[in-house]
C-alpha cells in the first residue's frame, strides 16, 4: 500500500476497482481497460445476442434477452408471437436494472406489460430476461454458482478456471413462479447480500452445509446420485471458454486505446466471478460475469441489534485463498525472469549468461522470500475446523476439471505448495473452438483502421478506407452507399449509446455494418458463414497490401 503516493515501478499492481492508473509503464496490472464496462448486463447481453447470431446452438446457455428501454416494443412483440405459437407457454421474465449489483433493482414479472415503465427504466436502462423456472434444488432451495476464472493474457488468450467455487443458497423453499410468490426474494434471488437478512440463513463452518458451500460439496452430491459431473464440468469449461470468446473482441478494443501496441506498458490478467445457475437437468446457463468479485473471506455477525463484528468463513477461506495463491504463482515475475535466464543460459552466449547466474542467486534470494509469503498465505487458508471433501472426491474433481487424469496430481510444482487449484483451459482447448473466434477477427480489422491510437470508435474516413483496401465497393455498391450505410448504423448506435465522450462507429456498430456486407455478398450462406468468407476476402485483401508496402517501403 502506497498511502503517500508511489514512486518506483512494481512487478505487480493490484488494484481494487479497474485499470485506470496513470502512470504505468511496466510489469503486470490485476484489470484489463475497459473490463467492467465490457461486463455490465445490457453490454454482456448485447456481446452474447451477437454470438447467438452467429452460432445460436453454441450460446443457448444464456437466457434470452432484452435491452430496455429501446428494445420494449421488440420484446412486446417476440412475446407476443411466441405465446400465439404455443398457448402453453406461461414464461416468467427477470427484469434486471444495468450496472447493478447484489439483486440490487431486480424484479420479476409473468407479462411484458408488467414492466415498472414508471421513471425508473427511461432514467435507469435494464435488460429484462427470460427467467428459468426449473433450476436445480438442493435441500429444496434453489442456489447458484460462483465460479473464479483467470484470464491471464488477452493476446495469446490465455484462461484458467478454478477447480472449486462457491455455492449460494436462497433460504425459503423454491416454487415455480406465480403471480403470488413473484415478489419473495429469498425464494427467487440466490444474492448473499439479500440472503443473509433473512432469517433462516445458515452460517456453517462446514463447506458442505448451510447457506454458502462449497461447489465441490454439491458436485460430490450429485455424483453419490448418479449424476454425470465430468459432463457438467466439461460444459461449464465449454460455457466459461465460450463466454470470454464473445468478451474479448470489446476488451482488445479498450486494451489497444489504452496500451498502443509497441510503447512501454503493462501488460494485464484479471479474476472474473462467473454467476452460473444449474437447471433441473443440470444444463449450466450463465447469469453473469463480475469484474470485482469480492474477495473477502469474512462475514458480519451481528452480536446484539446493531452491533456487528467480522469472523472468519472458512468456505470463503476454502476457495479464496486458494485462487488469489495461484494466480500469484501464475503470474510470479521471479519465475518469468527465471525462465527467460534458463532459455538464456541454454541459448545465448555464455558470457551473459555468467552475469545472469549471479543475478539469478539474487532472485533466488527474492523468490525465497516470496515463496514464504505465499506459505504465509497458505496457513492463513487452511482452517483446523475446516471439513474437507475426502480425498477420493478431490482428486476425482481434478481429474475432471482437466478432462483427464492429472499428470501432477498429488506432486505440486513447488516444494511446499498444494497442486495449482486454477486449471488452464485455453490455449488447451483451443482446437475445440477457435472457428468461434469470427468476432475477433472483425475487431482486428476494426483496430487496423482506428488509425489515431487511443481512440475507440472509427471515424467515416477510417471506414472508407476499410472499404478501399478491402474492395469492398463496386458497382452496385458505390462510395455514397458506403458513406449512408456509416451514417445509418453510426447515428443509430449513438443514439442508444452510454458512451457520449467520442464520436464515431464504435466496434457493435462495425460488427453490424460487417454483418451487413457479408450478408449482401454471400446471400445464401448462414450467417457465420457468410462473415467467415467476408473475412477471408478482407484478411486477402489486405496481406497483398501489406506484402505490396513492404516491397515498396511504405512502412
Ligand atoms: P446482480 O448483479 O444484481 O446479482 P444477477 O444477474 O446476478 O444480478 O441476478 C441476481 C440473482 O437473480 C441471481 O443470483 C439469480 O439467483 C437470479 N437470476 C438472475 N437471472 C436469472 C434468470 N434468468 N433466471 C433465474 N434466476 C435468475
Not at 63 to 85: H, N, T, Y
Not at 151 to 168: F, Q, T, V
Not at 405 to 411: K, N, S, T, V
Request: aromatic share 10%; charged share 25%; proline share 7%.
Amino acid at each position: 500500500q502506497f498511502p503517500f503516493g508511489r514512486r518506483l515501478p512494481c512487478d505487480i499492481y493490484w488494484h481494487g476497482v479497474s485499470f485506470h492508473d496513470n502512470n504505468i509503464f511496466s510489469g503486470q496490472v490485476n484489470k484489463f481497460p475497459g473490463m467492467m464496462e465490457t461486463v455490465r448486463k445490457i453490454t454482456l447481453s448485447r456481446a452474447m445476442r451477437t454470438m447467438q447470431d452467429l452460432f445460436p446452438l453454441e450460446y443457448n446457455f444464456y437466457p434470452r434477452s432484452w435491452i430496455l428501454p429501446e428494445e420494449l416494443p421488440l420484446f412486446v412483440a417476440e412475446v407476443g408471437v411466441m405465446k400465439d405459437s404455443d398457448p402453453s407457454w406461461k414464461p416468467t421474465f427477470i427484469v434486471k436494472p444495468d450496472g447493478g449489483c447484489q439483486g440490487d433493482g431486480i424484479y420479476l414479472i409473468k407479462d411484458p406489460s408488467d414492466i415498472r415503465l414508471t421513471g425508473s427504466i427511461q432514467s435507469r436502462p435494464a435488460v429484462v430476461q427470460e427467467y428459468i423456472c426449473k433450476p436445480l434444488l438442493v435441500d429444496k432451495l434453489k442456489f447458484d454458482i460462483r465460479l473464479y476464472v483467470l484470464l491471464k493474457s488477452l493476446e495469446p488468450l490465455e484462461i484458467y478456471i478454478a477447480k472449486d467455487g462457491l455455492s449460494r443458497f436462497c433460504t425459503e423453499p423454491y416454487q415455480e413462479p406465480t403471480l403470488k410468490n413473484l415478489h419473495q426474494v429469498f425464494m427467487h434471488l440466490t444474492n448473499y447480500s439479500l440472503n443473509i437478512h433473512s432469517e433462516n440463513f445458515i452460517h456453517s463452518d462446514s463447506v458442505n452445509t448451510g447457506s454458502k458451500r462449497t461447489f465441490s460439496s454439491i458436485l460430490c452430491r450429485l455424483s453419490s446420485r448418479g449424476a454425470d459431473v465430468k459432463k457438467l464440468w466439461s460444459d461449464i469449461i465449454s460455457l466459461v471458454i465460450k463466454t470470454i470468446i464473445a468478451l474479448t473482441p470489446e476488451l482488445k478494443v479498450y486494451y489497444q486505446s489504452d496500451i498502443p501496441a509497441g510503447k512501454p506498458g503493462p501488460t494485464c490478467f484479471q479474476i472474473l466471478g462467473f454467476d452460473i445457475l444449474l437447471m433441473k437437468n443440470l444444463k449450466p446457463m450463465l447469469l453473469e460475469v463480475n469484474a470485482n468479485p469480492s474477495m473477502r473471506i469474512e462475514h458480519e455477525q451481528e452480536l446484539s441489534p446493531g452491533v456487528f463484528e467480522n469472523v472468519p468463513s472458512p468456505v470463503d477461506e476454502e476457495v479464496k485463498v486458494a485462487v488469489i495463491r495461484d494466480t500469484l504463482r501464475l503470474v510470479d515475475p521471479q519465475k518469468k525472469k527465471r525462465k527467460d535466464a534458463q532459455t538464456c543460459y541454454t541459448k545465448d552466449h555464455p558470457l551473459s549468461c555468467t552475469k545472469q547466474g549471479m543475478k539469478d542467486k539474487q532472485h533466488k534470494h527474492h523468490s525465497l522470500k516470496l515463496s514464504l509469503k505465499l506459505k504465509f498465505y497458505l496457513k492463513l487458508g487452511s482452517c483446523p475446523s475446516l471439513e474437507r471433501v475426502p480425498e477420493s472426491s478431490e482428486s476425482l474433481l481434478a481429474a475432471v476439471a482437466a478432462g483427464r487424469p492429472e499428470p501432477d496430481a498429488g506432486r505440486s510444482p513447488e516444494p511446499g505448495l498444494p497442486s495449482l487449484c486454477l486449471k488452464q483451459v485455453f490455449p488447451k482447448y483451443a482446437k475445440q473452438f477457435n472457428y468461434l473466434r469470427l468476432v475477433d477477427r472483425v475487431a482486428a480489422l476494426f483496430i487496423r483502421f482506428l488509425g489515431v491510437k487511443g481512440t475507440t470508435k472509427l471515424g467515416p474516413t477510417g471506414f472508407r478506407t476499410f472499404i478501399r483496401n478491402c474492395k469492398l465497393s463496386n458497382s452496385n455498391f458505390s462510395m455514397a452507399a458506403v458513406d449512408i450505410l456509416y451514417i445509418d448504423i453510426t447515428r443509430r448506435w449513438n443514439s442508444m449509446g452510454m458512451d457520449h465522450k467520442e464520436s464515431g462507429m464504435c466496434l457493435q456498430a462495425f460488427v453490424e455494418a460487417f454483418f451487413c456486407l457479408a450478408q449482401k455478398k454471400y446471400k445464401s450462406l448462414p450467417l457465420h458463414e457468410q462473415v467467415a468468407s467476408l473475412l477471408e476476402l478482407c484478411e486477402c485483401h489486405l496481406a497483398a497490401l501489406d506484402e505490396k508496402r513492404l516491397l515498396w517501403g511504405w512502412g
